[in-house]
Every structure is written in structure tokens, then in C-alpha cells.
């Protein structure tokens, strides 16, 4: 078996890849479907510590682990410039709906912002639902209005953005280190 330097990061992109599928079923519901999911560059050389140009990245990704393919199937990446897309097949999509456990938070966040009348009260309430450690810092940079993310939840490193557009709430979730490439 071909031995994969940076076994970390393939974890690491893996947990992502996950997140954002359960995220997906969260919102659209699931349907045995091939996905398609988007990364900067600069995200993926986060997972793996590395500072790649767009070809390095793609030939890491080009042999990707049995530590991803046996959950996901015969992932497929590929990029234009320093924008890649992970094609991920049905079975992927399946393994996550079958194997995985339903994000309850996500979940819950997802259908709080659903309802019509959601104020940036209610949301902080379902944070505190989950956790009493959350930490909250307004945000004035014209995206977002405020930033909340747990403190003490390891499965949840989200760094969740929202800006209330007056009619709805809006929100996109980050990691640490990307939300700290934006500079907010």
C-alpha cells in the first residue's frame, strides 16, 4: 500500500468533507446523489500545513487515502487556478446519511433559521442549549454581525458568522484558521 505523507491532514480534510455533507443533508434533506464541494487553496493547505501552489495540492489529491475512500468512495479532485472541487460519488453521500451521526446542532441551527420572526437572540439561546461556554464578538466589517463559536466542544471548531439581513438571518460557518485568513 502506497504510504501517504501528512496522514493528518487527509484526516483532518476528511472530518471537513463530512461536516459540510451533513450540513447539506441538514438543509436540502438526503438524496443518494453525487455532491460537489468547494475549497479555496488556502483551506486545504490549512488541513495539511502546507503552503502547495495549486499543482502540488492537486497531486496530493490526485492518490487520495484508503482513510477517505473507504468512507467515500472514489473521490475525485480537481481545480481551476487555486479552486478545487471534490467530486464525491453517491455511495459517499449514502455512507454519510447511514454511518454518521445526524449534527443535532447543525440541525437545529438550520431550522431556527428557517423560521420566520428569527432574531439574533434566538440563536444565541440554541448556542447556550448546547454549551454555557460559548464565546460571542460583534463583528463590524460590513459581511457579519456577530461571531459565536463553542469554546469547549472538539467536534464543533466552527467559528459561526452571522449577519441579519433584516427579512432573514444569514450565516456560513468557518474554521479557525480561514476565518483568520479573512481578517475580520
Do not use: W
Request: charged fraction near 30%.
Amino acid at each position: 500500500m502506497y504510504q501517504f505523507p501528512g496522514n493528518e491532514g487527509y484526516k483532518k480534510l476528511l472530518k471537513n468533507l463530512i461536516d459540510v455533507i451533513k450540513e447539506d443533508h441538514a438543509k436540502l434533506g438526503f438524496r443518494k446523489e453525487k455532491i460537489r464541494l468547494y475549497y479555496p487553496l488556502s483551506s486545504l493547505n490549512h488541513f495539511f500545513g502546507t503552503s502547495d501552489d495549486a499543482d502540488q495540492m492537486q497531486e496530493r489529491l490526485n492518490h487520495l487515502p484508503v482513510v477517505i475512500t473507504e468512507k467515500l468512495g472514489e473521490v475525485v479532485a480537481t481545480h481551476k487556478a487555486e479552486r478545487f472541487c471534490f467530486h464525491i460519488p453517491e455511495e459517499g453521500s449514502e455512507y454519510v446519511h447511514n454511518n454518521m451521526k445526524e449534527n443535532e446542532f447543525i440541525k437545529s441551527l438550520i431550522e431556527l433559521l428557517q423560521k420566520h420572526g428569527c432574531k439574533m437572540e434566538d440563536i444565541l439561546n440554541l448556542f447556550h442549549k448546547y454549551s454555557d461556554n460559548i464565546i460571542t464578538e460583534n463583528m463590524d466589517n460590513g459581511e457579519f454581525d456577530i461571531l459565536i463559536r463553542f469554546e469547549d466542544k472538539p467536534d464543533d471548531p466552527y467559528y459561526y458568522c452571522f449577519k441579519d439581513e433584516g427579512c432573514h438571518i444569514i450565516y456560513h460557518r468557518f474554521l479557525k484558521e480561514d476565518y483568520e485568513d479573512f481578517g475580520f
